[in-house]
């Protein structure tokens, strides 16, 4: 018999439920760093599946994750090491490196990824800590601890924590509601003279539907500080054997990404590229080296 029908259920609310202590410790500290953002309401990594094509990341269970919804990450069966690049309208200021790692452990799956944000002379660096697990079989819950530092040539460092948060929802097999939240606290920069400026706080929501075996249809709204709201609409099917291929639209204005995985052993290469009629092109190019057979 399923193990969670043998466990006793805490109930924290009306409707919500979980079956062990550290599952619902683990659901209040996550409501904790959440709400926030439902009161009030870091532009994240351009990763090539999801972000650069103007998709939310909200239901993506792949190792570029960590960047988005970390939540996906509870879907992980192999370690994986990662690295990637991407860059906006083909500016050197709009550049992105990252490296990354996730480790599937006993209960739990940690990931880590550093990345530097910008050029030499003004840029950001991250250095990301994920904890994603699979609470049930319809939630998968993460959270994200960020440090985040603004390297600026003449001036001294500042630094940032901001801790983020995600979920994953599976009310029926073929459908997948996300949610997630870069800094809902609303952390901010403290300045050496006293000035203070709020760190950009990022809210997303989407929902993927598979009609079909192996095709994903996937709707998604993502808002920036002071921004309005990115709404999305992405398709991924794969086309052979080890070839899948991605598309989407944005807004606003319309903008039209185009991407594509290939898998070679133990390797997969994923690029992804966005239009802007006015900006030009942004692109995104990524690594990964999966660990042991599956």
Same mark, same amino acid.
């Given at each position: 018999?399923?193990?969670?029908?043998?466990?006793?259920?805490?109930?924290?609310?009306?409707?919500?439920?979980?079956?062990s202590?550290?599952?619902?410790?683990?659901?209040c500290?996550?409501?904790?760093? /959440?709400f !926030? @953002?439902?009161?009030?309401?870091? *532009?994240?990594?351009?990763?090539? #599946?999801?972000?650069v094509?103007?998709?939310? $990341?909200?239901?993506?269970?792949?190792p570029?994750?960590?960047?988005a919804?970390?939540?996906?990450?509870?879907?992980?069966v192999?370690?994986?090491?990662?690295?990637g690049?991407?860059?906006?309208?083909q500016?050197?200021?709009?550049?992105?490196?990252?490296?990354?790692?996730?480790?599937?452990?006993?209960?739990?799956?940690?990931?880590?990824?550093?990345?530097?944000d910008?050029?030499?002379a003004?840029?950001?660096?991250?250095?990301?800590?994920?904890?994603a697990?699979q609470m049930?079989?319809?939630?998968?819950?993460? /959270?994200? !601890? @960020?440090?985040?530092?603004?390297h *600026?040539?003449?001036?001294?460092? #500042?630094?940032v924590?901001?801790?983020?948060? $995600?979920?994953?929802?599976?009310?029926?097999?073929?459908?997948?509601?996300?949610?997630?939240s870069?800094?809902p606290?609303?952390?901010?920069w403290?300045?050496?003279?006293?000035?203070?400026?709020?760190y950009?706080?990022?809210?997303?929501?989407?929902?993927?539907y598979r009609?079909?075996?192996e095709?994903?249809?996937?709707?998604?709204?993502?808002?920036?500080?002071d921004?309005?709201?990115?709404?999305?609409?992405?398709?991924?099917?794969?086309?052979?054997d080890?070839v899948?291929?991605?598309?989407?639209?944005?807004?606003?204005?319309?903008?039209?990404?185009?991407?594509?995985?290939?898998?070679?052993?133990a390797?997969?290469?994923?690029v992804?590229?966005?239009?802007?009629?006015?900006?030009?092109?942004?692109?995104?190019?990524g690594?990964?080296?999966?660990?042991?057979?599956?």
């Amino acid at each position: 018999m399923d193990s969670y029908n043998d466990a006793p259920i805490y109930f924290c609310g009306s409707g919500i439920f979980c079956k062990s202590p550290f599952q619902f410790l683990f659901i209040c500290f996550f409501l904790w760093c /959440v709400f !926030p @953002v439902i009161l009030f309401s870091q *532009q994240p990594y351009g990763d090539p #599946e999801a972000y650069v094509l103007g998709k939310s $990341g909200t239901v993506s269970t792949s190792p570029w994750s960590l960047y988005a919804n970390p939540s996906g990450l509870a879907t992980s069966v192999r370690p994986v090491f990662g690295m990637g690049y991407s860059n906006d309208y083909q500016l050197q200021e709009l550049s992105a490196r990252t490296l990354l790692m996730v480790w599937p452990g006993n209960g739990c799956v940690i990931a880590g990824g550093v990345m530097q944000d910008g050029c030499e002379a003004f840029n950001y660096q991250q250095y990301n800590v994920a904890v994603a697990r699979q609470m049930a079989p319809w939630l998968r819950m993460a /959270v994200r !601890p @960020v440090l985040t530092v603004r390297h *600026q040539s003449g001036v001294s460092d #500042e630094t940032v924590f901001t801790m983020d948060a $995600g979920f994953q929802i599976l009310p029926v097999n073929n459908v997948t509601l996300g949610f997630y939240s870069t800094n809902p606290a609303m952390s901010k920069w403290q300045y050496a003279d006293d000035y203070t400026e709020y760190y950009p706080t990022t809210v997303a929501v989407g929902v993927a539907y598979r009609p079909a075996n192996e095709l994903e249809m996937e709707f998604g709204i993502l808002k920036l500080t002071d921004t309005s709201p990115l709404f999305s609409f992405g398709i991924t099917k794969p086309v052979f054997d080890r070839v899948i291929l991605r598309g989407a639209v944005s807004t606003s204005p319309v903008r039209i990404g185009l991407g594509t995985s290939v898998k070679w052993r133990a390797f997969s290469f994923d690029v992804g590229v966005r239009h802007h009629a006015s900006l030009g092109i942004s692109s995104s190019f990524g690594l990964l080296y999966y660990l042991f057979k599956s």
